[in-house]
């Protein structure tokens, strides 16, 4: 069992950075892959991009390339979302979840994943 905590969301304004965190309890996650998802008031939960069990590899949804970067430190249990250049669009509620399954390359399906955090909120204003 992999339980997730999200923290770092608030409030920042156009232009701005937050870097969400999520923590993870149980020996095992350094073997699981990692995805960030978000899901905006009355749209469906989106893909915001996974990185691997190593860290050696992160993938990214279009929305976000080049703005937003996923880290990982397996000896603290964390994985990171550094969020830059915000847009009010990327304004939702902020997943992170964990995909026991090492041996695929992260997906951008939410139903590959098998624990998730209770979610954090990310509010951009213009």
């Known amino acids: 069992q992999v339980q997730l905590v999200e923290s770092g969301g608030g409030l920042v304004q156009a232009g701005g950075s937050l870097r969400l965190s999520c923590a993870a309890s149980?020996?095992?996650?350094?073997?699981?892959?990692m995805g960030w998802f978000r899901q905006a008031p009355g749209k469906e939960r989106e893909f915001v991009g996974a990185?691997?069990?190593?860290?050696?590899?992160?993938y990214y949804a279009d929305s976000v390339k080049g703005r937003f970067t996923i880290s990982r430190d397996n000896a603290k249990n964390t994985v990171y979302l550094q969020m830059n250049s915000l847009k009010p669009e990327d304004t939702a509620v902020y997943y992170c979840?964990?995909?026991?399954?090492?041996?695929?390359?992260?997906?951008?399906?939410?139903?590959?994943?098998?624990?998730w955090g209770q979610g954090t909120q990310v509010t951009v204003s213009s």
């Open positions: 990185i691997t069990w190593t860290g050696g590899r992160a």
């Open positions: 149980g020996r095992t996650f350094s073997s699981y892959a």
């Open positions: 979840a964990a995909d026991s399954n090492s041996l695929r390359r992260p997906s951008p399906s939410q139903y590959e994943y098998d624990y």
